[in-house]
């Protein structure tokens, strides 16, 4: 029978590390934290899941958050779900196993799986070029880096299109710039970003290496949109999410009283305030979570909210190719291979051990074995999510962005959910359903 997590669950409060030592529990890697923390925890336990439950709240603890979901699955079941902490913190309203975070950068992998599918079935390919697809007199300017013309597909999905915002900035950030020379008031839509981007010098020329954009992946949504004729979100809801079981997850709002109702507040670890870029409350000065960063522009690079289960029910559509609800097995396999050249390769010659292929990083643990998983980072928001060579699949969810010695916590929970994992020594039976 499956297990029941619903929100009518009973919240629990736990006392930080209390029962798990006696029990033998608590690892080395999880010790520190103080044992008169107390932290919410939602969702049905299982002892033989305690590893798990003893690091999200030794975690939470340790680096003093809000509040984080964790969920597992195994074999693309579902097998742990559970919130923990404060989803609002004044009203301690508790993260329930499926509340909604902002999901960031995890965004790209969606939309690679997007533009996968219209490979397989639009007549286009990885290595057409964008500007071939996407009607270059309705996007390019009359002055432009003539370099953007051999741009191909692939190259945005790797983030070797030939932008760098470590030599140059990053435009989502520049909006101001963005109204002013798309000559238009406030807000900036992605196709304004591009727009004003498409004016820029490259930083390289296009495949010859690696740098992360966010762009990039707006330029995808776009070409998204042109050829199936559909709002991209639209689209991806409908043939991406829907075909796997996904219905709760969206593009995302800025604004404070605009967020669905079974979202979490965010928590900004610098405690910004700006004025309002965004949301309903354009103009005003707010709080950086709430309008001061672009969000409803984010889209196709980082505008998507969504549950941890909604992130590993997606990551296990990809465990068994041959019976992919959303891809082919070939495309799966593209999506994941290792780019040309430098991207790829080191200065010798020899395969990096970690590369980006299409809208997901991507680590080498053995000989033909990989690892695929992309992290997310905003102001109030931290996230991370792993599909594992042995179809352990977890994401985690945090609503702040860092701890207050400014270290990220997917960062720094990366390793430590490997290790939890790994000290499980029996996963159950049933499937945790909702």
């Not at 107390?38 to 999200?56: C, E, K, R, W, Y």
């Not at 074999?75 to 309203?93: I, N, P």
């Not at 390919?125 to 953007?148: G, M, Q, S, T, Y």
Request: proline share 6%; glycine share 8%.
């Amino acid at each position: 029978m499956p297990i029941d997590v619903s929100r009518r669950t009973a919240t629990q409060t736990i006392l930080a590390g209390a029962g798990a030592l006696a029990a033998g529990l608590l690892t080395a890697p999880f010790a520190g934290a103080e044992s008169n923390v107390s932290h919410q925890v939602t969702g049905i336990p299982n002892p033989d899941m305690a590893p798990f439950d003893t690091l999200m709240i030794e975690f939470l603890t340790k680096h003093n958050l809000p509040g984080a979901a964790l969920a597992v699955t195994r074999d693309s079941r579902l097998v742990y779900a559970r919130g923990f902490g404060d989803a609002d913190t004044q009203t301690k309203r508790p993260v329930q196993p499926d509340s909604l975070f902002r999901l960031a950068s995890i965004s790209k992998p969606i939309t690679a799986v997007a533009v996968m599918q219209q490979v397989e079935q639009s007549g286009f390919h990885l290595d057409d070029r964008v500007f071939d697809i996407l009607p270059a007199e309705d996007w390019l300017p009359e002055k432009h880096d003539p370099r953007l013309r051999t741009i191909t597909v692939r190259q945005l999905l790797q983030h070797t299109a030939g932008w760098d915002r470590e030599k140059s900035f990053d435009p989502i950030g520049r909006v101001q710039d963005v109204a002013r020379v798309v000559n238009k008031p406030l807000p900036a839509n992605p196709a304004d970003v591009i727009r004003y981007t498409l004016t820029l010098p490259l930083d390289f020329d296009p495949g010859t290496r690696y740098a992360y954009y966010n762009v990039d992946f707006l330029l995808l949504g776009r070409l998204i949109e042109h050829v199936t004729k559909q709002p991209y979100e639209a689209y991806v809801k409908q043939h991406v999410l829907s075909p796997i079981g996904i219905t709760r997850m969206h593009l995302g709002r800025a604004w404070k009283d605009d967020l669905d109702q079974d979202e979490v507040r965010y928590y900004d670890s610098e405690h910004r305030e700006n004025v309002a870029i965004n949301g309903s409350r354009l103009g005003d000065k707010v709080p950086q979570v709430y309008g001061a960063e672009n969000i409803e522009a984010y889209e196709a690079h980082g505008g998507w909210v969504g549950s941890a289960i909604d992130l590993v029910r997606f990551a296990s559509a990809f465990d068994d190719p041959g019976k992919s609800k959303v891809l082919k097995p070939a495309s799966i396999t593209a999506m994941w291979s290792r780019p040309e050249g430098a991207a790829g390769h080191e200065a010798d010659g020899k395969p990096k051990d970690s590369y980006y292929g299409c809208g997901w990083m991507v680590r080498s643990v053995g000989e033909g074995v990989i690892n695929t998983f992309h992290s997310g980072l905003i102001a109030g928001t931290s996230t991370l999510l792993v599909r594992r060579h042995d179809r352990l699949n977890w994401a985690v969810l945090f609503n702040t962005d860092a701890n207050a010695r400014g270290e990220r916590p997917s960062k720094l929970i990366d390793p430590l959910v490997h290790q939890a994992a790994d000290a499980v020594k029996k996963w159950p039976d049933n499937e945790v359903t909702l």
